[in-house]
């Protein structure tokens, strides 16, 4: 079951903060966070396992709560960089990474 | 770069085809996913495939088809091409230690248009 993503889309200005959610139904083993840009491939940014385990970029923040099977991304004094569209994939341990539809972030200048 | 490559970049195929798209997995990754991306949309998981065989699968009918060969690359077949399978095809290759999902390295995808 697909992950709900919130909000769809934000427009920031450089230098202002952003929070992304994504949050899911079932029990979750894992949460995964990437960003694609326009015509790219995804790009891994962290990952958020049950119990507190975080394996990541370290200028990337986020957040996982197990008992409500809700994670969110925090983004910080925000570049023009981090242009692009966030997704969130949700793994139950099953060996399949479910994503989300994803957050477009617009960073102006 | 990841050092997954897809292969080709770009096909067009009418109606009723049949198409194998190609991926070569990063050094020493055990594991691939194909998802499918349509336009505007998240990746839709299509597969995975780990020591050669299937891993896991999604929501998509018999008609998509993959193989994992020795050295890890992969393969994704469709036959009987619809329009609806227009989309950026992208393959994942990880190295699955536990058992969830490892942090996935995607290529560039491979853009299918149907016609």
């Known amino acids: 079951q697909q992950p709900v993503q919130s909000p769809q889309a934000v427009i920031l200005r450089e230098g202002e903060d952003a929070v992304i959610n994504c949050s899911s139904s079932?029990?979750?083993?894992?949460v995964h966070w990437y960003r694609q840009k326009h015509g790219e491939a995804p790009v891994f940014l962290m990952i958020?396992?049950?119990?507190?385990e975080q394996k990541g970029h370290e200028k990337i923040s986020a957040s996982f709560n197990e008992k409500k099977q809700q994670s969110s991304l925090y983004l910080t004094a925000s570049q023009l960089s981090y242009s692009g569209t966030y997704f969130c994939?949700?793994?139950?341990?099953?060996?399949?990474?479910?994503f989300g539809q994803g957050t477009r972030l617009t960073i102006n200048p | 770069e990841t050092g997954v490559t897809q292969s080709p970049t770009h096909l067009i195929k009418t109606r009723g085809q049949q198409v194998t798209l190609r991926c070569s997995s990063q050094?020493?990754?055990?594991?691939v996913s194909w998802y499918q991306q349509a336009l505007g949309q998240g990746p839709q998981f299509i597969f995975q495939?780990?020591?050669?065989?299937?891993?896991g699968r999604g929501n998509f009918p018999p008609r998509f088809s993959g193989l994992q060969f020795p050295n890890y690359s992969s393969e994704l077949n469709v036959n009987a091409l619809e329009l609806d399978d227009s989309a950026l095809y992208l393959c994942?290759?990880?190295?699955?230690?536990?058992?969830?999902?490892?942090?996935?390295?995607f290529g560039e995808g491979s853009r299918l248009t149907v016609l």
């Open positions: 994942a290759s990880s190295f699955r230690t536990g058992s969830g999902t490892g942090e996935l390295f």
């Open positions: 079932k029990a979750l083993y894992s």
């Open positions: 958020l396992l049950k119990g507190g």
């Open positions: 994939g949700t793994d139950r341990g099953a060996q399949k990474l479910v």
């Open positions: 050094s020493g990754h055990n594991t």
């Open positions: 495939y780990y020591r050669e065989e299937e891993n």
